[in-house]
């Protein structure tokens, strides 16, 4: 179907964002099992559980608006996803996985925070107003997951990452 009208990008784009939605609750349980650090593990256990509501929260948008997703697989998640392999297969379990992990968990949640802020607008320039609430929550998790995994960067993974090169 091509996109003709803002409808018809805000169809697409929901479409798409449910594509990486789905990619993403396949790839977190790896991502947990890579991570060395029981910080970082329980991140992407938690993130896991508030993917599968994003999920959910999409379910009900397209319900409360009576519209259909497209079958469409998001790209972007689909080479983010892919990075994540070669990450965990190029990089010795340690701290220095684990910081790359967070950096690519993090290029993960800045196309999250474009993608629900850009459906955001698009949702509130139509007047969908029973999609609103549902998309600002969850812009608000990706942006809290993000701060949380800069925090694990600063407070400890870069540093022992750096560490374990020094040795």
């Known amino acids: 179907m091509p996109i003709g009208t803002i409808e ?4 697409h ?3 798409d964002i449910y594509s990486a939605e ?8 790896r991502l947990a ?6 910080e970082l593990k329980q991140a992407f256990e938690t993130h896991l559980e508030e993917t599968q509501g994003q999920v959910e929260r ?6 409360a608006l009576g519209i259909r997703l497209k079958r469409v697989k998001c790209a972007a998640m689909e080479g983010l996803v892919e990075e994540s392999k070669e990450v965990i297969d190029g990089i010795e379990a340690g701290p220095l996985r684990d910081a790359a ?3 690519g968990a993090q290029k993960v949640e800045h196309y999250e925070i474009a993608s629900y802020g850009t459906i955001s607008a698009i949702a509130k320039k139509l007047g969908y ?6 998309l600002q929550a969850t812009l608000e998790e990706e942006k809290a997951t993000d701060e949380k995994l800069t925090l ?10 750096a560490e374990q090169s020094a040795a």
Do not use: M, W
């Open 152 to 161: 694990l960067a600063e407070q400890a993974g870069n540093q022992r990452a």
């Open 8 to 11: 018809d990008l805000f169809i």
């Open 101 to 103: 992990l967070i950096g």
């Open 22 to 29: 789905k990619q993403l609750t396949k790839a977190l349980p």
């Open 58 to 63: 999409i379910d009900q948008i397209v319900d």
């Open 13 to 15: 784009e929901l479409s």
């Open 129 to 134: 107003k029973d999609a609103i609430p549902l």
């Open 33 to 38: 099992r890579a991570a060395e650090a029981p």
